[in-house]
T-cell receptor
């Protein structure tokens, strides 16, 4: 089952912040975040594993709340290069605590950064 | 490493024709995924393989779609017969064993007339 992302679209001016949310109806082993520029393939940003964690990648960071089955991507002081479609991908966890290996993506959030 | 290599990059065909898309994953990656991307449906998982074995093909739309991975360095996705609603960008991705990161190929854009 696909995770649900919100919002569907965000429009920012350079320097502004944004948060993109991802939620799942099932228990998660991991959450992935990818960015896709128009006409290109998705590119990996970061992965967060169960156990709850937070990661950072320059001015882009993310959190994973395992109990709520939710993740959020934080973009601070946005730059023009941040424009693109952001996808979260989720991986379910088995009863034994291991990954099912199946990675499904949300519908994507279109982020547009203006000068 | 050259990354995930897909071919063809673009394919235009007529309804009813057979289409074969090819993928060479990154050496050493033991998982391979096929996704289809459209405006309406986003990135749909069609099938994925672990160690060349199909694990979950529940996303394959119908019997017209089939996928194989005869060895660790090659996979195909076949559509026979093709229909206009199959028009989409098909991505192949391989997964790094230790980090879990997915590396996507550049995609094959399929247009069925």
């Amino acid at each position: 089952q696909q995770p649900v992302q919100s919002p569907q679209a965000v429009i920012l001016r350079e320097g502004e912040d944004a948060v993109i949310n991802c939620s799942s109806s099932k228990a998660l082993y991991s959450v992935h975040w990818y960015r896709q520029k128009h006409g290109e393939a998705p590119v990996f940003l970061m992965i967060l594993l169960k156990g709850g964690e937070q990661k950072g990648h320059e001015k882009i960071s993310a959190s994973f709340n395992e109990k709520k089955q939710q993740s959020s991507l934080y973009l601070t002081a946005s730059q023009l290069s941040y424009s693109g479609t952001y996808f979260c991908g989720t991986e379910g966890v088995s009863a034994g605590g291991t990954s099912y290996g199946k990675l499904t993506f949300g519908q994507g959030t279109i982020l547009t950064v203006h000068p | 490493d050259a990354g995930v290599i897909q071919s063809p990059r673009h394919e235009v065909t007529e309804m009813g024709q057979e289409v074969t898309l090819r993928c060479k994953p990154i050496s050493g990656h033991n998982s391979l995924f096929w996704y289809r991307q459209t405006m309406m449906r986003g990135l749909e998982l069609l099938i994925y393989f672990n160690n060349n074995v199909p694990i979950d093909d529940s996303g394959m739309p119908e019997d017209r779609f089939s996928a194989k991975m005869p060895n660790a360095s090659f996979s195909t996705l076949k559509i026979q017969p093709s229909e206009p609603r199959d028009s989409a960008v098909y991505f192949c991705a391989s997964r790094a064993t230790h980090t879990g990161e997915l590396f996507f190929g550049e995609g094959s854009r399929l247009t069925v007339l």
